[in-house]
Every structure is written in C-alpha cells, then in structure tokens.
Antibody, heavy 122, light 106 residues
Framework: QLQLQESGSGLVRPSQTLSLTCDVT??????????WTWIRQPLGRGLEWLGN???????SFSPSLESRLTMSVDASKNQFSLNLTSVTAADTAVYYC??????????????WGQGILVTVSS | DIQMTQSPSSLSASVGDTVTITCRAS??????LNWYQQKPGKAPKLLIY???NLESGVPSRFSGSRSGTDFILTITSLQIEDFATYYC?????????FGLGTKVDI
C-alpha cells in the first residue's frame, strides 16, 4: 500500500524559506507513469495546487508561485521536496503531498499524505 | 486560470437522501474533472476521476456525470460517513484548480 508522509518545519519566519519533504513508501518514486505534487489548504479554506514534479526532475508550477517555488526528487531516499522562498502570513496552510496518476490527457491525485500545518509567524 | 464554481456551497441532508453537487468550469475542460471528499482534519480522498470513473474502493452510491457544461456528483442513499466536504478539480490545464467545496451536513 502506497503511503506518503510530509515532514519539515511547522513554523517559518516571514521572508524565510519554507522547506518540506514527502517520504514515499510502498513503491519506488521513480516508477514510471506517475508524478508527484504539492497542494496546500489554508485553515478553513479550499485547496490550492502548487506544482508537480516528475521522477526525471521535470517540474510544472502554478504561475502565481513559480518565482518562489522549487521542487526536487531524491530517488535514493524515495522522497521529494518543496522549497517556497520569501514566505508571508498568506503562506500559512496545511501542506499536502500527493501522487499524480495520469488519466488520458488529464490526471488525478490518488494518494495523499496526512498533511502538515506550516505557520508563518515571527 | 480556470475557475471551478461549485453549487451549492453547503447543504443539509439526512441519511438515505440522494444528494447532487454541481461543478461548472469557466472554460472548456473536456472530461478532465475529478471529485474528492474531505473530512475534518483529514486529507482529501479521490472519489471519481475523468467525470464518471469510480476510484477503486469507493462505494457505488457515488457517481459522476456531465450535463452540458455542468459536472455532477451524485450520492444516493446518503450514509452517515458521507457527511463531509466535496471538491471538484480540473486537470485540463495548468494550473490545476479546485472548486471552493460543498459541505454536506446533517
């Protein structure tokens, strides 16, 4: 059974960098046909897609965050990571990692981590 | 960005009811529409992908369909465990976008 688990700092100072890691167990992260994603949800609000990363390292980001966002894959550790720079209070949210499965020309998020709350505050 | 508009934003229902939730996209998205269920404090769970394909393990009382520009999630014979918030999401273009959610409560 595939499982994903987020980890990282739960408190980040304004203007600093938010860094999270998603550990994947139950399958290899470089198994073809899948990519990996980060999605966030401010408390009590809706879901926002941040971006995808493929096992090759190719990324696709939300244009609204692209200038502050990087993602990477570490196949040796079977994990992928998110860095978001220059954070503000608006970046406070629960951050989820998830697997992306291709469906025709579209895709869906079929396995999710439990989420990690990140608060931006001084 | 494609805006996904869900209606209603909330609804009250009883066990055994049939519930329908509608999602409309601001642009054409083909059949690239997914539905998720989220319970408080939990991650979203994929219910339906590609408009009408039921994810493995999801009860058959959940179904998805399309009527013109409207995408519809139907829950027949509502069970107590179905009280949750439901989100639609398009996978036609980047950025992927979600509706604001429909909260189904008692």
């Amino acid at each position: 059974q595939l499982q994903l688990q987020e980890s990282g700092s739960g408190l980040v100072r304004p203007s600093q960098t938010l860094s999270l890691t998603c550990d994947v167990t139950g399958d290899s992260i470089i198994n073809g046909g899948y990519s990996w994603t980060w999605i966030r949800q401010p408390l009590g609000r809706g879901l926002e897609w941040l971006g995808n990363i493929y096992h090759s390292g190719t990324t696709s980001f939300s244009p609204s965050l692209e200038s502050r966002l990087t993602m990477s894959v570490d196949a040796s550790k079977n994990q992928f990571s998110l860095n978001l720079t220059s954070v503000t209070a608006a970046d406070t949210a629960v951050y989820y990692c998830a697997r992306v499965t291709t469906v025709g020309r579209g895709d869906c998020f079929d396995y999710w981590g439990q989420g990690i709350l990140v608060t931006v505050s001084s | 960005d494609i805006q996904m508009t869900q209606s209603p934003s909330s609804l009250s229902a009883s066990v055994g009811d049939t519930v329908t939730i509608t999602c409309r996209a601001s642009q054409t998205i083909g059949n690239y529409l997914n539905w998720y269920q989220q319970k408080p404090g939990k991650a979203p769970k994929l219910l339906i992908y590609g408009v009408s394909n039921l994810e493995s393990g999801v009860p058959s009382r959940f179904s998805g369909s399309r009527s013109g520009t409207d995408f519809i999630l139907t829950i027949t014979s509502l069970q107590i465990e179905d009280f949750a918030t439901y989100y639609c999401q398009q996978s036609s273009t980047t950025p992927r976008t979600f509706g604001l959610g429909t909260k189904v409560d008692i």
